[in-house]
């Protein structure tokens, strides 16, 4: 099957869809994106992705190129035109095409929208959220405003390849307290000594995820304890269990921290029950 992106008002072969060369996002990072995950060809957690992207664009002073209405319809247009049943959408916003210059651009211009869907084998995720990844830990080099879900992301890349480089799936950031604030591309979670989910809280330089405050909402309801108590990565390694939550990742089990078993070192009760229990009410919510 042929994949199809959209660009800037019309959908086309993806290997033929490019954006200009002067694309502020290309030279200057100067865009957001989202990324959604799909379910049965329907989007998870579509309001809080949606609410999360005109936050970022309101926050650069970036136009949402169209209405939140026909995004929407685009979205599920892409999804349907690339038959994705199971996958991810990725959608990008950026200021738009002028000359080079730091500032925005003197005239208005048209902001970009890129938007691409592909599907993930599930029961190759299944597999792999059973066996748990490792995370390696990298000290955090971002920016102070890593709320906005920017396409800058080259300390994430860097963090995500000395991930792989060491056979790990995440790479954690860690602040100069030496407290986890997240992932290079997902939510940090563990359940502590005393059996409380911890995760950092949203006054800290983090992205608030999607999937971390759907998750939050599950967690309520099965009674579980959760603070929003930031940990060390000495606490991590302590720790019952550990797992990330993103888009991409869902909720997976994290079995080993800078080589350093988590647990009994292979995934733990909750973060295994806490995926099944996320996969089926995003599911039943998928819009
Ligand atoms: N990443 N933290 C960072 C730095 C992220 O990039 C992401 C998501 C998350 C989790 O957010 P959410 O639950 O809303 O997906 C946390 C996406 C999936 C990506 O970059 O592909």
């Known amino acids: ?28 990072a100067d865009g957001v994106y989202e990324v959604w995950a799909v379910f049965g060809g329907r989007l998870a957690d579509a309001e809080g992705h949606f609410a999360r992207l005109e936050r970022s664009l309101g926050e650069l ?24 049943k199971n996958g991810l959408v990725y959608l990008q916003v950026t200021r738009g095409v002028a000359p080079r210059d730091h500032a925005f651009p003197a005239r208005p211009v048209r902001p970009s929208i890129v938007i691409t869907a592909k599907p993930v084998d599930m029961a190759a995720a299944e597999a792999k959220a059973a066996k748990g990844i490792g995370v390696v830990t990298t000290p955090e080099t971002r920016w102070a405003r890593c709320d906005i879900k920017t396409v800058a992301l ?9 991930a792989r480089e060491n056979g790990a799936g995440e790479a954690w950031f860690v602040d100069d307290l030496g407290l986890v604030t997240e992932g290079a591309s997902s939510n940090a979670w563990i359940v502590d000594a005393d059996g409380v989910l911890r995760t950092r809280d949203l006054n800290a330089n983090i992205l608030r995820g999607v999937t971390r405050k759907s998750l939050m909402e599950l967690i309520a309801r099965d009674g579980l304890q ?25 909720v997976t089990p994290v079995v080993c921290i800078d080589g350093a078993p988590v647990g009994d070192g292979a995934p733990g009760p909750v973060a295994k029950r806490l995926r099944a229990s996320y996969l089926s009410e995003a599911s039943n919510r998928a819009a």
């Not at 002073?61 to 994705?84: D, G, H, Q, W, Y």
């Open 1 to 28: 099957m042929s994949r199809v992106a959209y660009v800037n008002g019309r959908f086309l072969p993806h290997a033929q869809a490019s954006v200009h060369i002067e694309d502020r996002g290309y030279q200057l």
């Open 226 to 250: 959760v603070s929003e108590r930031p940990f060390s990565v000495e606490e991590a390694k302590q720790a019952r269990e550990a797992f990330i939550t993103g888009a991409g990742s869902l």
């Open 61 to 84: 002073r970036i136009a949402l190129p169209m209405s939140p209405k026909a995004l929407k319809l685009v979205l599920r247009e892409t999804i349907r035109r690339n038959l994705v």
């Open 154 to 162: 080259l300390p994430n890349v860097l963090a995500k390849q000395a």
